[in-house]
């Protein structure tokens, strides 16, 4: 497709379905403590090689393939994993989750996605000041000729804890996942896309 032609770029927050009916996940303190000091610290912290953590309490529904909300630890069920393909595996490492549920083994099992590609695509001028206690960026306005299409997921340096999704990974996931999957919009070339108001929000 020419450059005349192809799709408008767009960035996305993602994180599980706030319509749906599905159990969601949590880190457990020891793995979130090491998945967001190694996201601050870089290449200066040891990178994380396994994650474990568990189903909320009380949670009887049906299992989320993208259960965790965290901002900075995307989960994803093995069958994701597949329909994301390269654009996935180029975006970083993908860490086995120990859920403590012996069904979450083999074609069942989930992984974490460490997101190891930081890009500086954003336009600063543009986007608001990082939020002091946080981090996170209320409203992100990106470089187009700059932003990664060919990764389904990155990171900035200007919030490196939080994961950014490009619009055709998230176009994928959701068609597959329905209400499943809370898709906000951050950014978009699309004049006539309004992005979420506060996209990290809970």
Known sequence: MSETTREPLSVHRLLPGLLG?????GLDDRSLDRVIGWHLAGADAARPTAVSGSW???ATEPKSEFPSGFP??????????GLLGEGLA???DLLPVDT????DVGDGAYSLLLVTEVVDCLDARRSSAPRRATGEIKKAVFRPEAVPTGLAAFRVPQYPEGVY???WAADLLTARLGDDLEDRLCWSEDP???PHPDPWAF
């Open 165 to 167: 999704w490009n619009g």
């Open 192 to 194: 006539t896309r309004t």
């Open 72 to 81: 900075c630890a995307p989960m994803l069920s093995r069958r994701l994993v």
């Open 56 to 58: 909320y309490e009380g």
């Open 21 to 25: 009916d599905r159990a969601t996940f």
């Open 90 to 92: 180029a975006s970083g």
């Open 100 to 103: 403590g549920d012996p069904e």
